[in-house]
């Protein structure tokens, strides 16, 4: 557990669970785009892991395309005023784009970046996020393809950080109160 041991509460989704359900999305992507050259869009920096694991798992031929967002205004609460902090190194036009997200919470970065990439006339522009918290969402977003629908609670690991740490964590936990502390 990378040392975290003494940090982590309980794990919400091991190992094996992220990587069955990946599996199982993977082929309904596959099925969905066949014949199809996909580009995937990962959110930097959480989707990293995701995306390297969910691009293996796609038996189809992708493209990969990274963009950095990062919301205005306090750490804890997405204000949905977003801001590009690496943009796409590419031009999208044509292309059949997979947006590649860790969690949809608030839904308003997300949001946000389907109107940004949607102004850019991809092909087509779909959604692919592990997680959600439909407790939490204050804006809805058409999301084709989803992992695990979660408590809204804080969850850390796989790609997911709190304070940029945790992120390397292989499974998704969450912490105990005193690391907040
Ligand atoms: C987190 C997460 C999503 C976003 C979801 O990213 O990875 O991208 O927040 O929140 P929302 O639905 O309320 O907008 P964060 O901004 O923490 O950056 P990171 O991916 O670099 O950790
Ligand atoms: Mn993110
Ligand atoms: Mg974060």
């Known amino acids: 557990d990378h040392g975290y041991g ?10 094996a669970q992220i990587r069955d359900k990946i599996a199982e999305v993977a082929e309904q992507v596959a099925v969905d785009y066949a014949g199809k050259e996909v580009l995937l869009v ?24 990274f963009m950095a967002v990062s919301s205005y205004g306090s750490a804890t609460s997405s204000s ?9 190194d590419r031009d999208i036009t044509g292309k059949h784009v997979l947006v590649l997200e ?9 949001s946000w970046l389907l109107k940004n990439l ?11 996020a592990l997680l959600r918290k439909p407790d939490a969402v204050k ?7 989803i992992g695990f629908d979660i408590p809204n609670e804080f969850v850390v690991g796989y790609g997911l950080d709190y304070a940029e740490r945790y992120r390397d964590l292989p499974y ?9 502390t």
Request: hydrophobic share 45%.
């Open 6 to 15: 003494p940090d982590i509460d309980h794990v919400l989704l091991s190992e």
């Open 102 to 110: 860790d969690i949809i919470d608030s839904g308003l970065t997300l």
């Open 80 to 88: 949905g005023v977003v801001r590009i902090l690496k943009d796409l």
């Open 42 to 65: 990962g959110v930097l920096k959480g989707a990293v892991l995701f995306m390297s694991d969910f691009a293996r798992a796609l038996q189809l031929p992708t493209q990969m395309e």
């Open 172 to 180: 998704i936990a969450t912490l105990k109160p005193s690391v907040y």
């Open 139 to 145: 804006v809805e977003v058409p999301v084709k393809y």
């Open 118 to 128: 949607g102004g850019r006339s991809p092909a087509s522009l779909e959604v692919c």
